[in-house]
């Protein structure tokens, strides 16, 4: 039996199943006699109790994961609501339930009562307050270990969903494929499995009664379909395919060391998007020319303070060593919309995709602003730098910007501590930012285009939405000609242009991409590779004749074949 769904990570996956989230058990709604409430309760906060246990102890060993010790953090900080604990023990007591109905209503309610806020990001957080519900549940039923750490064979993880929090608690080196029926293209679970290297699809509609823990599991991640129960001849046939993909995989290494150069001799810079400073340690690895993007609000996520001007400035000055003079290009604080982070105190927002996010958020916290830029400002004393702001809309922010980073310079100067001189740019990921480019470019020396988001407000298209993604692409007639705006306002203001979006990941789009004009690209590590091998095997002559023709499309569908039609 094969069941498709939509590749969101590339490669094949053998392994035996295993069911996140998921329990065998129904519950009782039965009112249980009132000698047992009691116990149910004391059941109840036991449980609490072993869950918390468990999630501080695997948030422990993420110290050095940035980007995923926060959203265990989430999680804690729910189960540390005494509101909540009362409200389950007060259900428990007066409407006689059990200890795994009281917690499933009490968290269902509080996730439907984010979801009718009728706001995407916060529907998301309602998922994953409903999978903290189900785990609670597991727990109540002495079944909270689901087997992970445990973990020896190779395993295909099968769940509704997968929150960031839930895959920083995964053992990667046992995970060999994730399996999810709900997600989205451009998801922060979609990209983490894309960064780790796992084969991953979502959308795929299994039956979770028919396919029971340890069943043999193939993921053919190259075709978007999940093999269950693989016959002899279906095992064969993907082994071979296994085998292929592994020696492709090898062979990339051949351009590790290789300039991204085409055929014909145009080269481009080829930097890799990163989250922390263990990514920046496998720059090298890949043959990255530098960091075109970092993504600092990562550092805020393991906290529950606030990390200080020292501790920032330590942070990037590690990083400047470790890239040994490379490019090493930091996106300030992009907080906001679906990032909670613990050690700052976010105000709940109707639209919050539309609210406080990004250079927003910190012009309207500069104290906040203004330690990030003494830090970096310190340590480009050691290493070049170039600085970018996210959501950067207008040049009036542009103004407020450099008048803190004006005032950042003069009290350095004033404190004796000196800083260094940074390139300047934007993260251009709204069609307000095109549009007012022109008035922006004489005070950047950069910029980049950030393609999730700009086709996310383009579009009007909430990017986890997988239904919404396969409708409003970012490879689309209209995105490509905002892209081609941004390039060519770019150009003849004599400004670099690069793209740090998911479509530059994808070797596919880079003979469209670098057609359309870009200076450089900023992809994921564990994609650099086949980007690169696919720059260097093509013509940069035959690449500007596909970009002139793409740009001619006006319907999806055209443009889509003209891109998979081309051959080197």
């Known amino acids: 039996m094969s069941i498709t769904g939509i590749i969101v990570s ?19 709604y039965r009112p249980i006699p009132l000698s047992r409430i009691p116990q149910q309760q004391s059941k109840f906060v036991k449980a609490l109790q072993a869950l918390q246990q468990q999630l501080s102890h695997s948030q422990a060993k993420l110290e ?9 953090e989430a999680d804690l900080l729910l189960l540390q609501d005494e509101e909540l604990h009362d409200q389950v023990k007060e259900a428990i007591r007066t409407l006689q339930l059990s200890a795994s109905v009281a917690v499933e209503r009490i968290f269902a309610h509080q996730a439907n009562e984010l979801e009718s806020l009728d706001d ?50 995964l ?20 990209i983490l499995a894309k960064a780790a290297g796992i ?11 028919f396919i029971p823990n340890g069943t043999p599991l193939v993921l053919d991640a190259l075709n978007g379909e999940l093999c269950v129960n693989p016959n002899p001849e279906q095992q064969a046939r993907l082994t071979v395919t296994l085998h292929h993909e592994q020696a492709r995989r090898a062979a990339l ?24 400073l263990n990514d920046i340690t496998h720059v090298s690895d890949v043959g990255a020319d530098g960091i075109g993007l970092f993504r600092t609000e990562f550092m805020l ?11 920032q400035y330590s942070l990037y000055c590690e990083a400047l060593h470790a890239l040994g003079g490379k490019t090493f290009t930091i996106r300030t604080l992009d907080i906001g919309a679906d990032k909670e982070l613990p050690c700052l105190c976010q105000e709940i927002e109707d639209n919050p995709a539309l609210g406080l996010r990004g250079v927003r958020y910190t012009l309207a916290h500069p104290e906040l ?29 542009l103004d407020q910007i450099f008048q803190l980073i004006a005032e950042c310079q003069d009290a350095l100067e004033e404190e004796e501590k000196g800083y260094g001189e940074l390139s300047y740019g934007i993260v251009v990921e709204t069609p307000a930012a095109v549009l007012n480019l022109t008035s922006m470019l004489p005070r950047l020396d950069f910029v980049s285009i950030g393609t999730n988001d700009l086709t996310q407000y383009a579009m009007a298209a909430d990017r986890t939405n997988p239904q919404l993604t396969r409708d409003y692409p970012s490879l689309s007639p209209a995105i490509l000609t905002l892209i081609k705006m941004t390039i060519s306002q770019a150009k003849q203001a004599g400004v670099k242009v690069s793209l740090c979006g998911e479509l530059g990941s994808s070797p596919m789009m880079i003979p469209l991409l670098l057609g359309m004009g870009l200076d450089e690209l900023s992809v994921n590590l564990n994609s650099l590779l086949e980007v690169k091998a696919a720059i260097c095997q093509g013509h940069f002559e035959q690449f500007s004749e596909l970009a002139h023709t793409a740009l001619q499309q006006d319907r999806i569908s055209s443009l889509q074949q003209c891109i998979t039609s081309y051959k080197y």
């Open 171 to 190: 053992p990667k080196e046992h995970i060999s494929g994730i399996v999810l029926k709900t997600g989205g293209l451009t998801s922060h679970t979609a």
């Open 10 to 28: 590339s490669g094949i996956a053998f392994g035996q199943a295993l069911h996140l989230n998921h329990t065998e058990n129904h519950l009782d």
């Open 301 to 311: 996520m393991n906290v529950s303070t606030l990390p200080d001007e020292k501790a």
């Open 253 to 276: 290494q051949a351009y590790r060391d290789v300039p991204a150069k085409t055929l014909d001799g145009h080269q481009i810079g080829l930097l890799a998007n990163v989250g922390n």
């Open 199 to 209: 084969p991953a699809i979502l959308s795929c509609q299994f039956d979770a009664e």
């Open 369 to 397: 602003f203004k330690t990030q830029i003494r830090a970096i400002l310190r340590a480009a004393n050691h290493g070049p730098i170039r600085l970018m702001f996210p959501m950067v809309n207008q040049v009036e922010e």
């Open 64 to 72: 050095s994961e940035c980007e995923n010790f926060q959203l265990i």
């Open 120 to 169: 995407p990001y916060l529907a998301n957080r309602a998922q994953d307050v409903r999978c903290l519900g189900q785990r609670l549940v597991a727990a109540i039923n002495g079944r909270l270990d689901q087997g992970l750490e445990k973990l020896t064979a190779p395993t295909i993880l099968l769940a509704q969903d997968l929150t960031p929090a839930e895959f920083a608690l």
